[in-house]
């Protein structure tokens, strides 16, 4: 991968006198390739990792595992790019092994989560079957470890 891109992906928020730098390449020159990647559709947007617990966002998170019947000249596409434009869903990926599609999925509570999985993803013709799993506690996201490391000490067990 292009080294920009690397340096944008681990920190988006390096201006390009920055990376003009850490790159030893003109201002100008790393301004204008970003521009061309973001034209190109490379990148596709920028966003900060945030710990929700921190700031008191109370959001409800759902993996889905989803089965379902591929489309006769469409195969998986049309049905996960249906599935991929409900406001509930954060992510959707076509997987290998027992499902086809992983569906990440967030709502205010839980009840919100369960309504979008039975009144509108499990009522979608093709699809054959969901398994969902619950988020409790997330310890990494995009690569950033969620808290800072923290030593515990462990109380001496005795007989």
Known sequence: MDSLLKLLQENAALKPAQLSAMLNQPEAEIAARIKGYEN?????????????ERVGVEMVRAVIEVKITPERGGGFDRLA?????????????????????L????????????????????????????????????????GVLMEDEQTTERLAVTP
């Open 81 to 101: 790019e249906r599935i991929a434009k409900y406001v509930e869903v954060n992510s959707c990926y076509l997987m290998s092994g027992g499902y086809d599609l």
């Open 103 to 142: 569906v990440v999925v967030e709502g205010k509570n839980l009840r919100e989560v369960a309504n979008f999985v039975a009144e509108k993803l499990a009522t979608i013709h093709g699809v054959i079957s969901t398994s969902t799993h619950f988020i409790l506690k997330p310890y990494k996201i995009q």
């Open 40 to 52: 190109d559709k490379v990148i596709l947007g920028y966003r900060a990792v945030i710990n929700e």
